[in-house]
């Protein structure tokens, strides 16, 4: 078991030592300074074959300080945040802003752009878990896969669980902290009949323990996942519709933030440059974030810059309505940051939702991806190609499973090709989405 943490304690702690770095900052002649500082603890304990493998207590704590001298900029970091740290750190900073060319860009968000409202979002919920029963947990969601009939072995159950504080402040006298924490509770097993043998996984994930599966239900939900597999075939060749389930819908969502990302716009390296306004999917289909949600995955009142996050919408109405930009990759695009420092925060689709099966029987023959394996994707052309696995999907019902091709395509043209969502949404990360149907993509298979 861990020292209790004490997260009102740790957060004021954090909130002073942030306070003392732009106070020596100022004195050492920085124009503006930003300071980020963290500590976090948790417990994770693995299980395997009904034996515990490893058992994880971890606190983590750390200081970031950037300092701005005219319009040169320099950052240091340490994973120690102490007073004698600080004064390490910031010296640190000073030197390095030195020895850096000027960047027009460099600086602090605007100070009239400032989160000026905190409110609670529900994020902090501690878990008073003990070592014994994090692992008596987890065996109970391994126990409850490997009961299940044609089930060979276990790769594992594990228990996460954590919480920390984060604080940020810079020198327009802005300070933002926020306490939170994060549980989790997966299972991953192997089945094998006279074809071979097969492994898959479920989890579990949410803010509060409470929110959590059963342990059970998890680990019988991870046995169906992995005997599905069993008997699995290489699919035909060809141009077909691929359904991505709502797991891999979610990577796509994560491909597209990614080419509207400043930093990638401003660097050229993204294939939707200069895109706003452009239609990028059907007209039915619209991508908001929503930061400031109850108990979000990702919620937070502020963003890295300390700019008070917003509603943004960036597909409305199938058109690109705003790229995700930073303030300093704001300033390099010549536009205003939209709040999204550290990226986006709690992505919701609104879009016409249909069952799966009525997925399945508009695609009438494809495949179902529940796999993908590899990192093929280039941000810049927008291409796409990824391993897969899955099911065959024949007369608009699953047939058997698949496994060892290819599925390849651009993603501009996948975009625009998007033909249904499902109503089958995962809830489980930032990112909220069901089944993606793609109408034609290229399948490589026997």
Not at 141 to 168: H, P
Not at 293 to 311: K, P, Q
Request: one cysteine or more; hydrophobic letters at 40%; proline letters at 3%.
């Amino acid at each position: 078991m861990t020292q209790a943490f004490d997260a009102v304690a740790q957060q004021s702690l954090l909130e002073t030592r942030a306070e003392a770095a732009l106070a020596l900052a100022r004195r050492l002649g920085a124009d503006a300074c930003e300071v980020g500082a963290s500590v976090d603890q948790g417990v994770g304990v693995n299980v395997r074959e009904g034996e515990v493998e490893t058992v994880e207590l971890s606190r983590d704590q750390g200081i970031a300080v950037t300092v701005y001298v005219g319009q040169r900029k320099g950052s240091a970091s340490s994973t120690d945040a102490s007073e004698a740290s600080i004064q390490d750190v910031v010296e640190k900073a000073m030197a390095i802003a030195r020895y850096t060319g000027e960047d027009p860009a460099s600086g602090l968000a605007p100070a009239e752009l400032m989160a000026r409202e905190l409110p609670d979002l529900d994020v902090h919920h501690p878990w008073a878990l003990s070592t014994e029963e994090a692992v008596e947990l987890a065996l109970a969601c391994e126990n409850a896969g490997r009961g299940q009939a044609g089930i060979r072995s276990s790769d594992g159950a594990g228990l996460s669980s954590g919480e920390g504080v984060r604080v940020y402040a810079n020198s327009h006298g802005f300070l933002g902290s926020q306490r939170g924490s994060r549980h989790s509770l997966s299972c991953m097993l192997i089945a094998e009949d006279e074809h071979g043998m097969q492994r898959d996984y479920d989890y579990t994930s949410a803010r509060d323990p409470r929110e959590l599966l059963a342990p059970e239900a998890v680990g019988e939900s991870a046995a169906r996942r992995t005997l599905r597999r069993l008997g699995g075939q290489r699919p035909a060749t060809g141009r077909m519709p691929v359904l991505f389930d709502p797991s891999l819908a979610s990577g796509l969502v994560g491909s597209f933030l990614s080419a509207i990302a400043g930093g990638a716009l401003y660097r050229q390296s993204s294939f939707l440059c200069d895109r706003l306004g452009d239609a990028l999917f059907p007209e039915w289909f619209s991508l908001q974030e929503k930061p400031r949600l109850m108990r979000g995955m990702a919620s937070s009142a502020f963003d890295g810059d300390g700019v008070a996050t917003r509603d943004n919408v960036f597909i409305d109405q199938g058109r690109l309505a705003s790229y995700m930009l930073s303030a300093y990759s704001a300033r390099r695009l010549g536009m205003e940051t939209t709040g999204n420092a550290g990226g986006a925060r709690n992505l919701r689709l609104s879009a016409p939702l249909e069952s799966q099966e009525a997925l399945l029987a508009r695609m009438d023959r494809g495949v179902l991806v529940t796999e993908l394996m590899g990192q093929g994707v280039n941000g810049v052309t927008g291409d796409y190609s990824r391993g897969a696995a899955g099911f065959w999907v024949e007369n608009g019902r699953i047939q058997h499973p698949v496994e060892e091709f290819t599925i390849a395509g651009n993603l501009a043209t996948m975009f625009q090709g998007l033909v249904g969502v499902g109503d089958d949404i995962d809830t489980r990360g930032s990112v909220h989405t069901g089944s993606w149907l793609i109408d034609e993509m290229t399948v490589a298979g026997s």
